[in-house]
């Protein structure tokens, strides 16, 4: 049976996992990404130690992976990528190089929504928007029921719009990107500042807030606002069906989406007068960008499959003409 490997490769850590044909993962492998300041080839080494892991028993037909960054239109290159070192790097044949194995490249918001697509919360939905919150913000356009990569490929790159200006400092080099008000980072900072520990995580603070802590509640309902605040912009600009959150934050569930709908309806121009838009968690929370990493790999490996089987028959057909 063939192997397909999807690995999500964002701020902090690395997500590897073998996915069924029906996006069921079968087996993961984590690690933790070396840092933003690091040499290129520390996170490589990350992103196969994790491949590794899982291709133990069998060699993988194809791996995909879903990278935090500006990926190119060709599917080639990380442009940039404001918390990983990738500038102009040539990931995909570096990798397939380096692993043996057919290998496809794509941003890591992409890769969610084709998961949410074939499996989960887009489903048939021909327009919506997908936001991931991370570390930062990703987000991804389905036009047609399809994922809309925009003429250099890397369209949806919401997390740096700018919201305030004048404001935060934005690890991509902007001022007032909407990630810094509405992210993992942003709800870390906000407990920091209000008396949190400074080692503190998103996951305690999302338990913290299911247990009733009034500074981590607050620090959701001011992202969740943000959250909402920047969606009804995205909503004006696109008018979809659905708005999906992904990512590692939105595990938190209602303690972030609940706010993130008020601010939503009450910003949102016309509210009373359109369909507002669901906004749901998505199916496949945070496995989604690997989910959908391997789906990438399966389809580009079964069209090239298709494509050579043509050939060798046309090729045999030419063969046999007198």
Not at 14 to 39: D, F, I, K
Not at 148 to 162: I, K, L, P, V
Not at 229 to 238: I, P
């Amino acid at each position: 049976m063939a192997l397909f490997i999807g690995v999500d490769i964002g701020g902090t850590k690395v997500l590897a996992a073998a996915v069924s044909t029906t996006g069921r993962v079968l087996r993961t492998a984590h690690r933790t990404t070396p840092g933003r300041r690091v040499e290129a080839s520390l996170i490589e080494d990350a992103l196969t130690e994790a491949v590794e892991e899982l291709s133990t028993t069998r060699r993988p037909s194809a791996i995909g992976i879903a990278a935090a960054g500006f990926v190119d239109v060709q599917g080639e290159r990380v442009r940039f990528a404001p918390h990983l070192p990738w500038r102009d790097e040539g990931v995909r044949a570096r990798l397939a190089e380096r692993w043996n194995a057919p290998v496809v490249l794509d941003n890591d918001a992409n890769c969610a929504a084709r998961a949410e697509i074939a499996y989960g919360a887009v489903g048939h939905s021909q327009y919506a928007l997908v936001v991931t919150l991370g570390t930062g913000i990703g987000g991804a356009v389905v036009i047609d029921g399809a994922v809309h990569r925009g003429h250099n490929g890397m369209a949806g790159e919401f997390g740096h719009m700018q919201v305030v200006p004048n404001g935060q400092a934005c690890e991509c080099g902007g001022i007032g990107c909407w990630e810094r008000y509405c992210s993992g980072n942003a709800l870390v900072r906000f407990v920091q500042a209000n008396g949190g520990r400074q080692d503190i995580t998103g996951p305690e603070i999302t338990e913290a807030a299911r247990a009733g802590d009034p500074v981590a509640l607050a620090a959701f309902a001011e992202v969740g606002e943000w959250l909402g605040v920047g969606v009804s912009n995205l909503v004006e600009a696109f008018d979809p069906e659905i708005v999906v959150i992904g990512g590692g934050v939105s595990a938190a569930d209602e303690l972030l989406l609940a706010p993130a709908r008020v601010a939503l309806r009450a910003t949102l121009v016309g509210a009373e007068h359109r369909a507002v838009p669901p906004l749901v968690r998505a199916s496949l929370g945070p496995e989604a960008g690997a989910i959908g990493a391997a789906y990438l790999a399966r389809e580009r490996f079964r069209s090239a499959g298709t494509r050579a089987r043509a050939r060798r028959q046309a090729a045999r057909g030419t063969d046999r003409r007198p």
